[in-house]
Nanobody
Framework: QVQLVESGGGLVQAGASLRLSCAAS????????MGWFRQAPGKEREFVAV????????YYADSVKGRFTISRDNAKNTVYLQMNNLKPEDTAVYYC??????????????WGQGTQVTVTS
C-alpha cells in the first residue's frame, strides 16, 4: 500500500480558491492512478476527480467540472487538487486515494487521512 498525506484544507468564503496537496510514499508513485474523493457529514464518500498514472487523462464529477483541476508531479510524488470558485456545497472532508483508474472507492486501495474544507456563504 501507499502512505498518503493530504494538506491544504481550510475555512474560506464562497468564491475563494484552495489548493489541496497529497504527498505519497511507499510505492512507485507513477504506477498508480490518483483520485480525490470527499465526504460531507451524513453523506457517503463521493468521487471528485481522478488522474491517470502519466497525468494525461483526467476525469471529474459533474459537480466540480470547470471549477476543480487535478494534477500530479511524479517527480515530487504529489497530486494536487486546485479548487476555484468554491461553493458552500463543496464543504466536506477531502480524501486522496491511490490505485487503479476509476470513479468508485473500490478502484483505490490506499487512502489518506483527509483534510477538511469548509466554505461559508
Amino acid at each position: 500500500q501507499v502512505q498518503l498525506v493530504e494538506s491544504g484544507g481550510g475555512l474560506v468564503q464562497a468564491g475563494a480558491s484552495l489548493r489541496l496537496s497529497c504527498a505519497a510514499s511507499g510505492r512507485t508513485f507513477s504506477s498508480d492512478a490518483m483520485g480525490w474523493f470527499r465526504q460531507a457529514p451524513g453523506k457517503e464518500r463521493e468521487f471528485v476527480a481522478v488522474i491517470s498514472r502519466s497525468g494525461v487523462n483526467r476525469y471529474y464529477a459533474d459537480s466540480v467540472k470547470g471549477r476543480f483541476t487535478i494534477s500530479r508531479d511524479n517527480a515530487k510524488n504529489t497530486v494536487y487538487l486546485q479548487m476555484n470558485n468554491l461553493k458552500p456545497e463543496d464543504t466536506a472532508v477531502y480524501y486522496c486515494a491511490a490505485g487503479r483508474w476509476g470513479i468508485t472507492t473500490h478502484a483505490f486501495d490506499s487512502w489518506g487521512q483527509g483534510t477538511q474544507v469548509t466554505v461559508t456563504s
